[in-house]
């Protein structure tokens, strides 16, 4: 897949992407209550994007361990009017972090042109309002809720077991009229998962790419980068550009950060040594002849 439409945009997915995270929510891990007022979340967006984000990914909900749910009503309250003004002010797609089928039909809507959903459209109706809107959907893995998702997670294999859970989610959403072609994978860092389960599923990233989709990979200022290096949350970003790099290598296809500046950096240092190896696989000239 080399251009995702979404909704009345398109993203362009022939060489990494960054996704910027824009939340309107009071109690985000990193920026909660930073962007809650339309206007501010507005000049942040248009900085990410002036920044390089290829993608807005805007939310409503804090999805935090230890998070307590947030009402419909208040979350289509909070993320409609932000993407009413984004989609008037920018030119890049926007995207709609939730899990519940209200806000999603309410986002596509207001302008919205991507689903991201940490469970994976298994809320109920949320297949059948996912397929209704037309949109692209992000599932994502998660085992548990947020509430309680770190309190014991268990794998047998945790790239396994998120290979297979990502396969059955593709599947249902295939029997509901939801094409490949509108789909993307995340392996959901953090969500349910220990530090040693985050840093195997990182080192073994690429047995992802056997699902045959664009990887999403959130990582930044994440809690295990805390755990390595001992910083507070706003201090990880070189930790993310390292992780960000690795995912990178290991075939990610768009990387969701606060970090936008630094995350760009990261995809246009890859991209251009990626090149430089292509060239030299295939004997171009412009690369062999450089003396």
Do not use: W
């Not at 970003?237 to 969701?256: D, M, Q």
Request: hydrophobic share 50%.
């Amino acid at each position: 897949m080399t251009m995702l439409q979404c909704g009345a945009r398109s993203l362009d997915l022939t060489e990494p992407r960054v996704m910027g995270i824009l939340n309107v929510t009071p109690d985000s891990f990193s920026d909660g209550g930073d962007f809650v007022s339309v206007a501010r979340a507005l000049e942040h967006a248009e900085a990410m994007v002036a920044e390089g984000a290829a993608i807005i990914d805007v939310g409503g909900e804090s999805t935090r361990p230890g998070a307590e749910p947030v009402a419909e009503a208040l979350e289509i309250e909070r993320v409609v009017p932000v993407i009413e003004a984004l989609a008037a002010r920018i030119s890049v797609p926007i995207s709609i972090d939730t899990s519940k089928p209200g806000v999603m039909r309410a986002a596509a809507s207001a302008g919205a042109g991507l689903i991201n959903d940490i469970a994976a459209l298994r809320a109920p109706e949320a297949l059948a309002v996912a397929a209704e809107t037309g949109l692209p959907v992000c599932l994502m893995h998660m085992q548990g809720q947020p509430r309680t998702m770190q309190q014991q997670p268990h794998y047998e294999d945790v790239v396994a077991d998120v290979i297979r859970f990502l396969r059955s989610r593709i599947t249902a959403c295939e029997q509901v009229g939801i094409p490949r072609h509108r789909l993307l994978v995340d392996p959901g860092f953090g969500f349910g998962k220990r530090l040693a389960h985050n840093l195997s599923l990182l080192a073994r990233l690429e047995q992802l790419t056997e699902l045959r989709l664009p990887l999403v990979v959130g990582l930044s200022r994440k809690s295990m980068l805390g755990a390595l290096t001992g910083r507070e949350v706003r201090d990880r970003v070189a930790a993310g550009v390292a992780a960000t790099s690795i995912a990178l290598a290991h075939g990610a296809a768009i990387i969701r950060t606060h970090d936008v500046a630094a995350a760009v950096d990261a995809v246009r240092v890859f991209t251009a040594v990626a090149e430089v190896k292509h060239q030299v696989a295939t004997g171009s000239s412009a690369i062999l002849n450089q003396g």
